[in-house]
């Protein structure tokens, strides 16, 4: 292999299993994957054996993501800003960042739904569908990572002050009429201290897994928990 040979992880581009090995490579993650380095198991099945957990969502979520993305890019263009937002505009920025970390030669890439530009600064946007907004103990660990790497990023290009991230949280009013062509949501907009100095940590975790073998599974993720309990069901069932 030649050194600085970049091996992408994470963004769709499937990598063999042994083309992620050795100190000199260069790794490329995507923003969306970082929050996984809090389970290494999780974390490198699906970054080299492209076998990421289970998705319990349906194609509703995604598909309200989209109609919110025409709308915020009409509103970019257009100079406004919703009214559940601060004031400030939502400014056009480029569909993806990269930035390269020297010290860990790590590439990291990621795509935020908004920008806000205020006096003060920046603000991350990000579109969340849910029941209701999660909270803060399930925000930090599900999207603390992946701010903190957008922070990063806008830092990097020029964006700066970053002030933090607004979640904005779309859930359905109950008890009302959706069968009209304006599906009614409560609208909740929750703001996440972000800290783009984080990130050197999270790409320093990112080489020493990704580097390494398979980690074992961990006892403080549930998903490995399940997956642990799957192979005693089967063990049992094949011993009877």
Not at 54 to 72: E, K
Not at 118 to 131: C, E, H, L, N, R
């Amino acid at each position: 292999m030649i050194a600085g040979e970049i091996y992408s992880v994470g963004d769709g581009c499937p990598v063999p299993h042994k083309s992620i090995r050795g100190d000199h490579k260069m790794f490329r993650i995507s923003a969306s994957n970082m929050n996984l380095i809090e389970c290494p198991r999780c974390f490198w099945n699906t970054l080299v054996l492209r076998a990421p957990r289970p998705s319990m969502f349906s194609g509703l979520p995604g598909a309200i993501h989209r109609a919110l993305d025409g709308y915020r890019s009409r509103l970019a263009l257009e100079g406004g800003h919703p009214p559940w937002m601060p004031e400030g505009v939502l400014v056009q920025i480029p569909r993806r960042l990269r930035a390269l970390d020297p010290l860990t030669n790590v590439e990291v890439v990621g795509e935020l739904d908004a920008l806000l530009k205020t006096p003060q600064g920046y603000w991350i946007v990000d579109f969340k569908t849910a029941s209701t907004p999660h909270d803060e103990v399930v925000r930090k660990r599900y999207y603390q990572h992946q701010m903190d790497t957008y922070h990063y990023l806008l830092e990097q290009h020029g964006y700066a002050p970053v002030l933090g991230a607004l979640l904005i949280y779309f859930s359905p009013r109950m008890g009302e009429d959706h069968s009209r062509a304006v599906f009614p949501f409560n609208v909740t907009c929750i703001r996440l201290q972000t800290s783009a100095e984080r990130v050197h940590t999270y790409l320093t975790k990112v080489r020493e897994i990704l580097g390494g073998t398979r980690p074992p599974l961990s006892i403080d993720c549930q998903y490995c928990n399940y997956i642990k309990q799957i192979g005693e069901i089967k063990e049992y069932f094949s011993s009877i």
